[in-house]
């Protein structure tokens, strides 16, 4: 069975390759602009159904060979409110100076859709970042790491070393919960 993966993200395509799902990728825009006073987890799903609409769109247009679309969204959530992906570095510095010592929640939404529906997971993760000192800040930022990505940081590189305990899914906080999305996509006809 084939999908197609909603989603420009590198961690996405090989965690889905890790779990043996074959996809081809589907490519698209979707406005992830929160709405004002939007829960975290809300966004999260809003956006996420959203890109799978988007996905099966495009597979229409596109007059490509019918197969669900997976599409996900990761976000974090810190003292009530949203972190996306930083616009710059002096951003990406501020919001890794304001997680620093703290936990916060990642949230990935992972939706698949097919032309008659489209079934929802959320996956949410406790992250508790050690005290980080000014110069591992902005030496991090200067590695470029930080920039695509939701809450300035990437689980998997090198702000692994910021972490200090995590409740959840570690693969959900990379950007793909693969527990959860395997048990998404048996309902869609995947035997693992």
């Known amino acids: 069975m084939r999908l197609y993966l909603a989603s420009r993200s590198p ?21 992830e602009s929160p709405l004002p006073g939007e829960p975290a987890a809300a966004y999260v799903e809003r956006v996420t159904r959203a890109k799978a609409a988007h996905g099966l769109h495009l597979l229409k ?18 003292a009530g409110e949203i972190i996306g992906k930083p616009v710059d570095a002096a951003d990406a510095e501020a919001i890794l100076h304001r997680l620093s010592g703290q936990t916060h929640r990642v949230l990935t ?12 997971i959320l996956s949410v993760s406790a992250v508790t970042f050690r005290v980080l000192s000014d110069e591992e800040i902005r030496h991090y930022v200067l590695s470029g790491e930080p920039m695509d ?9 090198r702000a692994g ?3 200090a305990h995590i409740s959840g ?16 996509l048996k ?5 693992f």
């Open 11 to 31: 961690r996405r395509r090989e965690l889905l390759h890790q779990i043996g799902v074959e996809f081809d990728t589907l490519i698209g825009d979707v406005d």
């Open 61 to 78: 247009e596109r007059h490509l060979v019918a197969h669900p679309v997976l599409a996900a969204d990761t976000t974090l959530e810190f």
């Open 109 to 120: 939404g992972v939706a698949v859709a097919d032309a008659e529906r489209c079934a929802f």
């Open 149 to 157: 990505k939701a809450g300035a940081y990437g689980i998997q590189g």
């Open 161 to 163: 070393l910021f972490v």
């Open 169 to 184: 899914s570690y693969t959900g906080i990379m950007g793909l919960p693969v527990c959860e999305t395997g048990e998404l």
């Open 187 to 191: 309902q869609f006809g995947w035997r």
